[in-house]
C-alpha cells in the first residue's frame, strides 16, 4: 500500500484502538471480579492502561500488518486485540519499572503503587504496601496481555508463533531491565558502553520496536527470512531512538525542574554519560565519578553534571551517531528484498514515530 494510504489509516486507528480497549475492561470486569479488595484496584488498573500515551507500540503493529500484506481491516477485533496485547505489556513493564526507580508520577498522574498507597492512607507502612501490590498488579497485567494475544482468532500457526515472539521478547526486556540495574551500581568508569548497547537493545529496541513490527508482519504471513531481515533492519533504528530518547531527556533535565527523577540522577548509566566520561580529561572525569556517587541530590551536584556533559561535547556526538543509525538504517532498507511499497510503508512507519518521541521520548 501507499505511504499517503497508510498514514490515512494509521490517523484513524488511535480511536478504535482506544474503544477496543475501554471495551476490554469492561468486559473483562467479571472475570477479574475478586472481592470487594480487589475491585478498587481493578478500577486503578482500567485507568492506569487507558491513560492517554502514544501508543507507539500497537500504532506500530497495526502500521507492519498492513505494510505486509495483512488483509484484516483496523475495525477487526482480533487485529485490534493482538495489538492491545503489546499496549497490557508496556503497563506491566512500567509499573514495575516504577517501583524499581522509585517514581511517583507517570504521564503527569501518581504512578501505581502511589495510587494504592494513596488509596490506603495513614496506616504504617503504607508504601511499602503499595509497592508489594504494584509488583503483583504488574504480574496479572502481565497475564491479560499474554491472554489477550492467545484468545485472538488468526490461524492457530500464526498465532502460535506470534505468542512465541511475544514471550521472548519479555525475557529479553527482563534481561535488559536487569542490566540497566546492576550497571547502575558501578561507577561510571567500569561500565563498559558495549553493555550499554547491550542493555538498550534488550530493555528498549526489542519491545519497543521489533516486537510490534516482527509481530505485525508475523500476523500478515511475513515469511522466516524477511522476518529475520526486518529485524536485523530494526536494530539500529531502535538504539537511535534510544539515544533520541537519552538526549530529551537531557534537555528536559535542564529546564526549569532540574531536581525532578530522572535517569541521571537515578544514578543510571546512560550512553549519554559514558561519552560524556570519555571526552573529559582526568580531573573532570573524577569530579563526574563524585558527583554520580552522591545518592542525595543537590543544585551543587546536579550543575555540576550539568556542566561537564555540556563540557565534554557528548549531546553533539551522540546527535551524529543517532543521525548515523537512522542512516545506516535507511541503507540497509534501501538494500533489502523488500518492495518498495513495503520500503515506504517502513519510512513512513519511522518517520511518524519519530514526529511523536522528538519532545517526550518513547513512554
Request: glycine residues 6%; negative net charge.
Given at each position: 500500500m501507499s505511504?499517503?494510504s497508510?498514514?490515512?489509516?494509521?490517523?484513524?486507528?488511535?480511536e478504535?484502538?482506544?474503544n477496543v480497549?475501554?471495551?476490554?475492561?469492561?468486559?473483562n470486569?467479571?472475570?477479574?471480579a475478586?472481592?470487594d479488595?480487589f475491585?478498587?484496584?481493578y478500577?486503578?488498573i482500567?485507568?492506569f492502561?487507558?491513560r492517554?500515551?502514544?501508543?507507539?507500540?500497537?500504532?506500530?503493529?497495526?502500521?507492519s500488518?498492513?505494510?505486509f500484506?495483512?488483509?484484516?481491516?483496523?475495525?477487526?477485533?482480533s487485529?485490534l486485540?493482538?495489538a492491545?496485547?503489546?499496549?497490557l505489556?508496556?503497563s506491566?513493564?512500567l509499573?514495575?519499572d516504577?517501583v524499581i526507580d522509585q517514581s511517583e508520577?507517570?504521564?503527569r498522574?501518581?504512578t501505581?503503587?502511589k495510587?494504592v498507597?494513596?488509596?490506603l492512607?495513614?496506616?504504617?507502612?503504607?508504601a511499602?504496601?503499595g509497592e508489594?501490590?504494584?509488583?503483583?498488579?504488574g504480574?496479572?497485567?502481565f497475564?491479560?496481555?499474554?491472554?489477550t494475544?492467545?484468545?485472538?482468532?488468526?490461524?492457530?500457526p500464526l498465532?502460535?508463533?506470534?505468542l512465541?515472539h511475544?514471550?521472548?521478547y519479555i525475557?529479553d526486556?527482563g534481561a535488559?531491565e536487569?542490566?540497566?540495574?546492576l550497571?547502575?551500581?558501578?561507577?561510571i568508569?567500569?561500565?563498559e558502553e558495549s553493555?550499554?548497547?547491550?542493555?538498550?537493545t534488550?530493555?528498549?529496541t526489542?519491545?519497543?520496536?521489533e516486537?510490534?513490527?516482527?509481530l505485525?508482519?508475523l500476523l500478515?504471513?511475513m515469511?522466516d527470512?524477511?522476518?529475520?531481515?526486518l529485524?536485523?533492519?530494526?536494530e539500529p533504528?531502535?538504539?537511535?531512538?534510544q539515544?533520541?530518547n537519552d538526549?530529551i531527556?537531557?534537555?528536559?533535565?535542564?529546564?526549569?525542574?532540574?531536581l525532578?527523577?530522572?535517569?541521571?540522577l537515578e544514578?543510571k548509566?546512560?550512553?549519554?554519560?559514558r561519552?560524556a566520561?570519555d571526552?573529559?580529561v582526568?580531573?573532570?572525569?573524577?569530579f563526574?565519578q563524585l558527583?554520580?556517587s552522591?545518592?542525595?541530590s543537590?543544585?551543587?551536584?546536579?550543575?555540576?553534571?550539568e556542566?561537564l556533559?555540556?563540557?565534554?561535547?557528548?549531546?553533539?556526538l551522540?546527535?551524529?551517531r543517532?543521525?548515523?543509525?537512522?542512516?545506516k538504517?535507511e541503507?540497509?532498507?534501501?538494500?533489502?528484498?523488500?518492495?518498495?511499497?513495503q520500503?515506504d510503508?517502513?519510512r513512513?512507519?519511522f518517520?511518524?514515530?519519530?514526529?511523536q518521541t522528538q519532545?517526550t521520548?518513547?513512554?
Amino acid at each position: 500500500m501507499s505511504s499517503s494510504s497508510l498514514r490515512a489509516e494509521l490517523q484513524q486507528a488511535p480511536e478504535l484502538f482506544e474503544n477496543v480497549l475501554a471495551r476490554f475492561f469492561q468486559e473483562n470486569a467479571e472475570r477479574y471480579a475478586y472481592g470487594d479488595l480487589f475491585e478498587p484496584l481493578y478500577l486503578d488498573i482500567t485507568e492506569f492502561v487507558a491513560r492517554r500515551g502514544k501508543r507507539i507500540r500497537p500504532m506500530l503493529m497495526l502500521g507492519s500488518y498492513r505494510i505486509f500484506g495483512g488483509d484484516r481491516s483496523f475495525e477487526d477485533h482480533s487485529l485490534l486485540r493482538a495489538a492491545l496485547s503489546l499496549e497490557l505489556l508496556h503497563s506491566f513493564i512500567l509499573i514495575h519499572d516504577d517501583v524499581i526507580d522509585q517514581s511517583e508520577r507517570r504521564r503527569r498522574l501518581p504512578t501505581f503503587h502511589k495510587l494504592v498507597e494513596e488509596r490506603l492512607g495513614k496506616i504504617e507502612d503504607a508504601a511499602r504496601v503499595g509497592e508489594n501490590v504494584a509488583v503483583v498488579v504488574g504480574d496479572i497485567l502481565f497475564a491479560m496481555a499474554v491472554d489477550t494475544l492467545r484468545s485472538t482468532d488468526f490461524p492457530s500457526p500464526l498465532r502460535d508463533a506470534a505468542l512465541s515472539h511475544f514471550l521472548r521478547y519479555i525475557s529479553d526486556t527482563g534481561a535488559g531491565e536487569v542490566y540497566d540495574i546492576l550497571l547502575g551500581t558501578r561507577d561510571i568508569a567500569r561500565v563498559e558502553e558495549s553493555d550499554i548497547m547491550r542493555m538498550y537493545t534488550l530493555k528498549t529496541t526489542r519491545y519497543t520496536f521489533e516486537a510490534p513490527l516482527v509481530l505485525g508482519a508475523l500476523l500478515a504471513g511475513m515469511d522466516d527470512d524477511h522476518l529475520r531481515e526486518l529485524t536485523e533492519l530494526i536494530e539500529p533504528v531502535g538504539l537511535a531512538f534510544q539515544i533520541q530518547n537519552d538526549l530529551i531527556e537531557y534537555h528536559q533535565f535542564k529546564g526549569v525542574d532540574r531536581l525532578r527523577q530522572t535517569d541521571i540522577l537515578e544514578g543510571k548509566k546512560t550512553l549519554l554519560l559514558r561519552v560524556a566520561y570519555d571526552q573529559l580529561v582526568d580531573v573532570d572525569r573524577s569530579f563526574l565519578q563524585l558527583c554520580l556517587s552522591t545518592r542525595t541530590s543537590n543544585d551543587a551536584s546536579v550543575s555540576k553534571i550539568e556542566q561537564l556533559i555540556d563540557k565534554s561535547g557528548a549531546v553533539g556526538l551522540l546527535t551524529q551517531r543517532m543521525e548515523g543509525l537512522f542512516q545506516k538504517a535507511e541503507t540497509a532498507l534501501e538494500n533489502s528484498s523488500f518492495t518498495p511499497e513495503q520500503r515506504d510503508g517502513l519510512r513512513e512507519a519511522f518517520s511518524l514515530v519519530r514526529q511523536q518521541t522528538q519532545h517526550t521520548g518513547t513512554q
